[in-house]
């Protein structure tokens, strides 16, 4: 065997076999997940990568994040990362909850609409819908499930789920949140935010993040990086230890621990350490709310929910929608009524916007 002190470490080269497959210059709405990764966030993995550290989360990265965590949050908070969305809200909702959990969210939720079953059929829990106007919770909407404590043949109301900003664009102020963290917290519930947005809605208030989360009452969150510019990962944030248990266990178990942690904790840190999670989101709010303001001068186009992110939910012909859609990507949020959903990110340009609304005004005086 040889001597340790005389192995180097082959240089790493520095070009690749992989090809770029794509046209960098294609521009879509469709998603803020379409975008490729700030610069910025590769620029901490490189510094991230090299070396050796410890794996599972016991890295000097994984605990900056959570210096960086309490920063935000409060020194309470800690953060606990993870590969995806979906995940982090299976592991959170399993941590404030028994077996017997019940979960109140709005019929519009992204855990009941857009995460296969998970919560209920990898989570275990059972989820009360209520219908809400623009995708918002108030106290009064939660009292319709929230009932049956004592009744053994009823899953038992144990969260209120929130996501702030809503899966339809719009943002809760810090009193809307505080309003429904007192209501659930009198009636024995801990409260739950998906934050895959968080930034975003942090932007539109003009506050700090803990302002509307561990001030208001929040229990614990999810803290979206993917759809800010980060590569991959998100973070589970517990702001109160009371309230979960088995957090660790619990992201195990559902598939969500990161050997290599410091790939997903650096690029927390790179949104962290400075303003980047803000710039990143003021500017994709900027860009929707230019986009709402275009689109509104075009006949035929109606604007369906206020736009306070980085979303903008419209109207219009399907047949106008659908010659459009093979000039830009994009979804229809409910195609039989005509809905669709365009999406701003942190790399979207104002010539982005400007080139669409001008693309929908020529498919809209085909008529």
């Not at 090809?19 to 521009?27: C, E, N, P, S």
């Not at 996501?163 to 917290?185: K, V």
């Not at 690029?267 to 999670?277: M, V």
């Amino acid at each position: 065997m040889a001597d340790p002190a005389t192995v180097t470490t082959p240089s790493i080269p520095r070009t690749t076999d992989a090809v770029r497959r794509h046209d960098t210059a294609l521009r879509g709405f469709a998603s803020d997940n379409y975008a490729g990764a700030h610069p910025e966030v590769l620029a901490a993995l490189a510094l991230a990568n090299g070396g050796h550290q410890v794996a599972y989360g016991e890295d000097e990265y994984t605990a900056h994040l959570q210096e960086l965590t309490r920063a935000h949050f409060g020194p309470a908070a800690q953060a606990y990362p993870v590969f995806n969305g979906t995940g982090a809200n299976v592991v959170a909702l399993q941590a404030a909850s028994e077996r017997w959990g019940a979960v109140i969210c709005a019929d519009t939720a992204h855990i009941h609409v857009d995460e296969c079953g998970a919560p209920e059929r990898v989570g275990g829990l059972k989820l009360l819908t209520v219908p809400t106007e623009h995708g918002k919770l108030t106290p009064e909407s939660i009292d319709r499930e929230a009932f049956g404590w004592d009744d053994e043949h009823r899953a038992q109301p144990q969260i209120v789920a929130i996501t702030q900003t809503t899966e339809l664009g719009t943002c809760y102020t810090p009193e809307e949140i505080r309003e429904i963290c007192d209501h659930a917290h009198e009636r024995g519930m801990k409260v739950f935010l998906d934050g895959s947005r968080l930034a975003n809605a942090a932007a539109t208030l003009g506050v700090p993040l803990r302002e509307f989360t561990t001030d208001a009452g929040v229990d614990l969150l999810t803290f979206g990086g993917t759809k800010n510019g980060l590569v991959f990962g998100e973070c589970v944030v517990v702001l109160d230890p009371g309230a979960v248990r088995a957090m660790k266990h619990l992201r195990k178990l559902s598939m969500q621990l990161a050997s290599k942690m410091r790939f997903v904790s650096v690029q927390f840190e790179a949104l962290l350490a400075g303003d980047l999670w803000l710039r990143s989101a003021t500017h994709a709010n900027a860009m929707a709310t230019r986009l709402a303001e275009g689109v509104r001068a075009v006949e035929g186009v109606e604007i369906l929910h206020p736009v306070q992110s980085n979303a903008v939910f419209a109207r219009l012909s399907h047949e106008v929608a659908e010659r459009l859609r093979k000039r830009y990507r994009f979804y229809f949020w409910d195609e039989a009524a005509g809905d669709v959903r365009w999406m701003c990110s942190f790399d979207t340009t104002e010539q982005d916007v400007d080139a669409f609304t001008a693309a929908l005004a020529e498919e809209a005086a085909r008529g």
